[in-house]
């Protein structure tokens, strides 16, 4: 299974147009089986999606998982999951988060793999409390679990403490600024019972204009 993750920007550009076409151009160039966005939603109000499900249904081959608390939106706190169709989820679950903004976190548990895409928040000491929930909410299923999306960690030797002693964390490659990458913002973390066959950071294409992210991705095994 292909998993890739994408901080979407809410659809805007390095070039400051909001264009969420661009966008699944990108997704469709990586072809993952699983998408773990973030930044999907606007802000304000009810959260309306930066990507219409209509355009979703009408590019790509992906459905919307039923992650959203209204009709507007398409996932929570900005994280939402898009799957392959017919890949059904077993579960799909919100996670609360704490820290001085509003963060959460989407688990969904496709093809015996629990995948939870999160945006962590900018101080280490809430990212921390953040991933301390995560792990907490994902024990006895830390084994096929897979954590992915922008942990906004600019160091690649500390600030993942909670997860070393049951996730292994890789950083396919410099994924901020799309423009000119200079730091891994964004990363897996994955259980034991998981093997990563492959992975990198999709840079071709429309990726460098369509947010100022870089989307990674990861071709994962398991017995």
């Not at 969420?20 to 998408?35: E, T």
């Not at 209509?54 to 459905?63: K, N, R």
């Not at 492959?198 to 017995?223: Q, T």
Request: aromatic share 6%.
């Amino acid at each position: 299974m292909k998993i890739a993750s994408y901080n979407i920007r809410k659809a805007l550009g390095t070039d400051r147009r909001r264009d969420p076409a661009r966008i699944l151009k990108v997704l469709n160039q990586i072809d993952a089986d699983a998408v773990l966005l973030q930044e999907a939603d606007l802000r304000l109000g009810p959260r309306p999606t930066a990507l219409p499900r209509f355009l979703i249904s009408q590019e790509t081959d992906y459905e919307v998982a039923d992650l959203a608390i209204n009709d507007v939106s398409i996932g929570w706190h900005g994280n939402a999951i898009l799957l392959r169709r017919g890949l059904e989820p077993a579960r799909l679950e919100r996670i609360d988060l704490p820290g001085l903004e509003p963060r959460g976190a989407v688990l969904a548990e496709v093809g015996g793999v629990t995948l939870v895409g999160a945006h962590l928040g900018l101080m280490r000491r809430y990212r921390l409390q953040q991933m301390t929930t995560i792990r907490e909410h994902l024990k006895g299923r830390e084994i096929r679990a897979l954590i992915a999306g922008d942990f906004n960690e600019w160091s690649d030797v500390r600030g993942y403490e909670p997860w070393e002693k049951n996730f292994e964390l890789l950083l396919p490659g410099r994924s901020y600024h799309a423009r000119r990458p200079f730091v891994a913002l964004d990363g897996i973390a994955h259980g034991r019972g998981l093997r990563i066959a492959e992975m990198g950071v999709e840079s071709g294409g429309a990726a460098r204009l369509a947010s100022d992210h870089l989307p990674i991705w990861a071709r994962i095994e398991h017995d």
